[in-house]
C-alpha cells in the first residue's frame, strides 16, 4: 500500500502543536507496518539542510490561479519513509512559524501557501502526476490540506486515489475571502453549498469534510462532539451528516523522546523499577525556579500554550487558592496577553511557590513532566491532547476536564477505580473554576494522605501503551476498508 500524508508542518523540524508530533511519528509507524509513505511538506526554512541530502524529483511551473511555481525534493528518512519538500521560496522561505510573520499576524497570502500545498498534493495523488510513484491513499491534515481532497475530485482524472482527511482541531477552518477563488485556481462553479462555499466565505476545511473520502479525527469522544450543533464550530450539521465516515482514532507519543528513563533532559532518569529517583527531578525543577523546597507541598505542572481553549485563564483565576491548598505551581507557555500577565504577577506575589516562563522550551516541557507532582489540562475542548499521555507515562497524575481525548486517556481516580487499578489520574466534570479546584482539592489529598493511593496512580499510568504501534494498526484497518480489501470494525 502506497500513502500520500500531506501536513504543514513535521516534528523535529517544524512544529507549533500536535499537529507536528503526529506527523513526525505516525508515517513512521505506518511505515514499520509495511506501507509505503511519502510526507509531503512544505519546505521552510527549517528544512534546508534536510533537501540537502535529498534529491530533486519535479519542477511544477503552474497548477493554476496565481498559485506560484514550485520544485519538489526527496529525502530519505526510512525503508518505506521518504519526505517530499514543496520549494517555494516566495512562500516559505520566511521568518516566523508556518502560519504566522514574526509580529504574530496570519500572513496575508496562506491561502496561496496552503493551496498550492493542497493543489499539488491532489495532483501527486491523480493519473496526471508526472512521477512513477503514486499513491493508493491521499491523507490530508487539517484546513492546510484539506483542499486537496476536493481538487482530486473535481479537477483530476478518474482513477485517483482515495482520499482521508484528518481534523486536529476543528477550530482551525481556514476561511478566506470569496474574492479568492480565482487565485486559488477554483470556478463560480465550487461556489455553492456543496463546494466551497461557506457562510460567504471559502473554506479549506468545509470543503475537504464534504469531499473526502473518509474523515477521521483524533479520538472517539472528540468524533462525537464536533458531529453536534454545540461542538461543531458551525460545521456539526456537516459532520453529522457525515458521521457514518467519521472515525475517531487517539493519537500516540514518541515513546523513545517521551521516556522517563531514556529522556536525556532529565539529570536523573528513572522508570517503575527506581520511581523514588522522580523525586529527585521535582527538586532539580523547584531549585531551577527557585521555589521553596517543601516535601510536605506537591508540584502541579502546566506546559500548554496559555488559551482559552486551553482553560488556563481559569487556572489564573484560582491562583490564589491553589497557593492556600498548599501546593506549588510551575507554568510553562505563551498565549494570551491577558493570561500571560495574570500567571506572571501571581509569580511575584508568591515567589516561593509559583514559578512561571512565558515562552517554549522543548528541555524545560521534559523536566517539568518528570518533576510534577500533578500536570494540570483543564481545556474547554481537547481534540486529543498529548501532554495527558506524556504525564502518565512519566508517573505524573494528570488533572483534565472530561472532554474530547482527555475524556478517552484519563481514569479518574475515583476509590472505586483505584482498588481496580484502572485510576491514571483525575477529571473534572467542566472547564470551571470550581471543577478545576475541587479535582486539585482531591489530587492533593490523595498526595498527602494516601501516598500508597497516589503511587497506584503513577504505576498504572507507567505501565499503559501510548506508543504509536496501536493507533497505526488502526489506521491500516481504516486505509484498507477505504481500499476494499476488508471490512472496517469499529
Not at 491521499?138 to 473535481?154: E, G, I, K, V
Not at 456537516?238 to 487517539?250: F, M
Not at 509559583?354 to 483543564?378: K, N, Q, S, W
Not at 473554576?433 to 492533593?444: G, N, S
Request: glycine share 8%.
Amino acid at each position: 500500500m502506497r500513502l500520500l500524508f500531506v501536513a504543514s508542518e513535521i516534528a523535529p523540524w517544524v512544529k507549533t502543536g500536535g499537529l507536528g508530533d503526529v506527523a513526525g511519528a505516525l508515517p513512521a509507524a505506518l511505515a514499520r507496518l509495511g506501507i509505503d509513505v511519502r510526507i509531503l511538506v512544505p519546505r521552510y526554512p527549517a528544512l534546508r539542510s534536510l533537501q540537502a541530502t535529498g534529491r530533486f524529483l519535479e519542477r511544477f511551473a503552474s497548477l493554476g490561479g496565481a498559485m506560484a511555481a514550485a520544485e519538489l525534493y526527496e529525502a530519505s528518512l526510512a525503508p518505506n519513509l521518504c519526505v517530499w519538500l514543496l520549494d517555494c521560496p516566495d512562500y516559505y522561505d520566511r521568518p516566523g512559524n508556518p502560519y504566522l510573520g514574526p509580529e504574530g499576524r496570519d500572513w496575508l497570502d496562506n491561502h496561496l501557501r496552503f493551496g498550492l500545498l493542497s493543489r499539488l498534493a491532489a495532483r501527486l495523488a491523480s493519473p496526471a502526476s508526472p512521477l512513477a510513484w503514486r499513491p493508493d491513499v491521499l491523507f490530508a491534515n487539517d484546513w492546510q490540506a484539506a483542499l486537496a481532497p476536493y481538487y482530486l475530485r473535481f479537477y483530476e482524472p478518474a482513477g485517483s486515489a482515495k482520499s482521508v482527511l484528518a481534523i486536529h482541531n476543528l477550530a482551525f477552518q481556514g476561511v478566506f475571502p470569496p474574492q479568492y477563488l480565482d487565485e486559488l485556481g477554483l470556478f463560480a462553479r465550487d461556489w455553492h453549498i456543496d463546494g466551497v462555499e461557506y457562510y460567504g466565505q471559502i473554506s479549506f476545511l468545509k470543503a475537504g469534510i464534504r469531499h473526502a473520502d473518509k474523515l477521521v479525527t483524533v479520538s472517539p469522544t472528540y468524533a462525537r462532539e464536533i458531529a453536534t450543533e454545540a461542538g461543531g464550530m458551525g460545521l456539526g450539521g456537516l459532520l453529522a451528516a457525515r458521521a457514518a465516515d467519521l472515525v475517531g482514532i487517539v493519537n500516540g507519543i514518541d515513546t523513545e523522546i517521551w521516556n522517563p528513563a531514556r529522556d536525556v533532559y532529565l539529570d536523573t532518569p528513572y522508570d517503575l523499577e527506581r520511581l523514588a529517583d522522580k523525586r529527585r527531578n521535582t527538586e532539580a525543577l523547584r531549585a531551577e525556579y527557585g521555589l521553596a523546597s517543601r516535601a510536605d507541598v506537591p508540584l502541579v505542572g502546566v506546559v500548554s500554550r496559555l488559551t482559552h481553549q486551553k482553560g488556563h485563564d481559569l487556572v489564573a483565576q484560582i491562583g490564589e487558592d491553589i497557593v492556600e491548598l498548599p501546593a506549588q505551581l510551575i507554568v510553562l507557555g505563551t498565549g494570551e496577553a491577558a493570561i500571560e500577565v495574570a500567571f506572571r504577577a501571581l509569580a511575584l506575589r508568591h515567589p516561593a511557590n509559583v514559578g512561571v516562563t512565558i515562552g517554549y522550551d522543548e528541555r524545560l516541557a521534559h523536566r517539568i513532566e518528570a518533576g510534577a507532582d500533578f500536570f494540570l489540562m483543564p481545556s474547554r475542548f481537547e481534540p486529543c491532547g498529548l501532554n495527558q499521555l506524556y504525564s502518565q507515562a512519566y508517573g505524573t497524575p494528570p488533572i483534565v476536564t472530561a472532554v474530547g481525548g482527555l475524556a478517552d486517556t484519563v481514569v479518574d481516580a475515583t476509590p472505586e477505580n483505584i482498588a481496580a487499578g484502572l485510576a491514571t489520574g483525575f477529571v473534572c466534570p467542566e472547564a470551571s473554576p470550581t471543577a478545576i479546584l475541587a479535582a486539585l482539592t482531591r489530587a492533593v489529598r490523595l498526595w498527602r494522605e494516601e501516598p500508597e493511593g497516589y503511587r497506584q496512580l503513577q504505576r498504572v499510568g507507567m505501565s499503559r501503551d501510548y506508543g504509536w504501534d496501536a493507533p497505526a494498526r488502526r489506521y491500516l484497518a481504516l486505509f484498507r476498508a477505504l481500499l476494499g480489501e476488508s471490512p472496517w470494525m469499529s
